[in-house]
């Protein structure tokens, strides 16, 4: 399973740093990622990374959020600076997991935290 957190209250301008680890049974994880869903919108994906480390951004984040991962604790993090009241929305992470004894990746999710951007 996944579980985030690190969400919250911060002004605009400010900073929070998201953090989602994976437990369980794991053999290995492959891509991670970060989504969110505003009030009334469709959930869009902000940030995804790689194995391997490579990175993709939403361009409404770029330059502002920035997504990494430590293997060993099979944990995501999402640092987001300069934040905007836009930014606000519930935020899920997304991993696909290949489990102790499986054959396949499985995309799961986490349970959403909440990042309010207000002043």
């Known amino acids: 399973q996944l579980q985030a957190s690190g969400g919250g209250l911060v002004q605009p301008g400010g900073s929070l740093r998201l953090s989602c680890a994976a437990s369980g049974s794991i053999f290995s994880i492959n891509d991670m990622g970060w989504y969110r869903q505003a009030p009334g919108k469709q959930r869009e994906l902000v940030a995804a990374i790689t194995s391997g480390g490579n990175t993709n951004y939403a361009d409404s984040v770029k330059g502002r959020f920035t997504i990494s991962r430590d293997n060993a604790k099979n944990t995501v993090y999402l640092q987001m600076n300069s934040l905007k009241p836009e930014d606000t929305a519930v935020y899920y992470c997304?991993?696909?997991?290949?489990?102790?004894?499986?054959?396949?990746?499985?995309?799961?999710w986490g349970q959403g935290t909440q990042v309010t951007v207000s002043s």
């Open positions: 997304n991993a696909d997991i290949r489990s102790r004894g499986g054959y396949f990746y499985i995309p799961y």
